[in-house]
């Protein structure tokens, strides 16, 4: 049985009304808001949950960096597949950008997603007529709010864009041997703060929807 966790309510409730009447199918979590709460959320719903879970999709919004010149640019509203998650400022904020400390301090920072899933869901949007980017997911404590930060990130980690939640479920993943797929819609570029150009509601129905074709088909 899959598990669907999403990090606020205002993502899971489209897929709650899409799920009526087959929750016995399929579980879901609303995690929380970072990746404090949401490890603590996630570890124990595994710990406690009487049903096996056999996969998780972790789903919601994201921010799209914006990428150089002759580079593919993620739009609003894009689906993105995760390929890897990764603590992105877990470390020393200088003027300079982020100094990372070392594994032996912080454990893994970085996680590949399972391949396998990845390329099954990239098939299933596929059919469904849905084109999803892949590329590396970045994990913050604090939403870049400039265009400099997320250039930062960008730029270090070679990011495509970025949550609060991802990395947390990735780690919890690791330890409970769960194969995971992480599914995202674009709800804003990562820019100078401008919430007026946010298309968050759009954003959570669309990453909803296609979550749910992911819960459909991935167990068959």
């Not at 150089?68 to 950008?97: K, M, N, S, Y």
């Not at 041997?177 to 401008?194: H, K």
């Not at 298309?199 to 088909?217: D, N, P």
């Amino acid at each position: 049985m899959f598990l669907a966790i999403a990090a606020t309510e205002i993502e899971m409730v489209s897929l709650r009304q899409l799920i009526a009447g087959q929750e016995s199918k399929w579980l879901t979590l609303v995690g929380g808001v970072g990746p404090v709460e949401t490890a603590l959320r996630l570890t124990r719903f595994l710990c406690t949950q009487g049903q096996p879970v056999s996969g998780v999709i972790n789903y919601g919004v994201a921010g799209a960096y914006l990428q150089p010149p002759g580079q593919q640019q993620t739009d609003l509203l894009d689906i993105c597949l995760a390929e890897r998650e990764t603590l992105g400022d877990f470390g020393v904020c200088l003027p300079e950008g982020m100094h990372y400390l070392p594994e032996e301090l912080t454990g893994r920072i970085s996680f590949q997603l399972d391949h396998e899933l990845r390329r099954r869901a990239g098939e299933i949007l596929d059919k469904h007529g849905i084109a999803a980017r892949s590329g590396t997911f970045i994990t913050v404590s604090g939403v870049s709010g400039s265009r400099a930060r997320g250039e930062d990130l960008r730029q270090r980690w070679q990011g495509l864009c970025e949550n609060m939640e991802g990395a947390a479920v990735a780690r919890g993943c690791v330890d409970f041997a769960l194969p995971l797929v992480e599914i995202r819609c674009i709800s804003n570029m990562v820019e100078d703060r401008n919430p007026q150009g946010w298309r968050l509601a759009e954003a959570c129905e669309k990453a909803a929807a296609a979550a749910f074709l992911l819960l459909q088909e991935l167990e068959r």
